[in-house]
């Protein structure tokens, strides 16, 4: 599998894990040509510490199933903030607050917006 095609496999999976787990407003972010970080950020939240953590080891579980290691978690058990790069993507999943002080969508905007029937 080439790198764009194993990027865009693990940005599904992490999408559907999210989206099985209940996680909310999930967005994928393109930013190909604008970072060397990873291909894609994927993000999400959840309406509660519980669920942000369910979001978060679902994402694991599911990438490892597929063959896809963690490279890097940031993030404490207090899960209002979880980062989790597996080197072509970074998923991060927020508390709902958090999400809106943040505010990645802003700071990321010049990446593409990313339906998951395109990926």
């Known amino acids: 599998m080439d790198q764009a095609n194993q990027s865009k496999e693990m940005a599904k999976i992490a999408y559907h894990a999210l989206s099985d787990k209940k996680g909310e407003d999930i967005k994928i972010i393109d930013i190909t040509g604008i970072s060397v970080l990873a291909d894609y950020f994927i993000i999400a939240n959840g309406s509660s510490d519980s669920q942000v953590n369910a979001l978060v080891d679902n994402v694991e579980e599911e990438l490892h199933k597929a063959g896809f ?4 978690r940031e993030g404490q058990a207090s899960a209002s903030w979880v ?3 597996f080197g072509d993507i970074i998923v991060h999943v927020f508390d709902k607050e958090n999400r809106l002080f943040y505010d990645l969508e802003r700071i990321w905007k010049d990446g593409r917006d990313i ?3 395109d990926l």
Do not use: H, P, T
């Open 69 to 72: 290691g963690l490279k890097q």
């Open 83 to 85: 980062l989790l790069d």
């Open 115 to 117: 339906r998951i029937e």
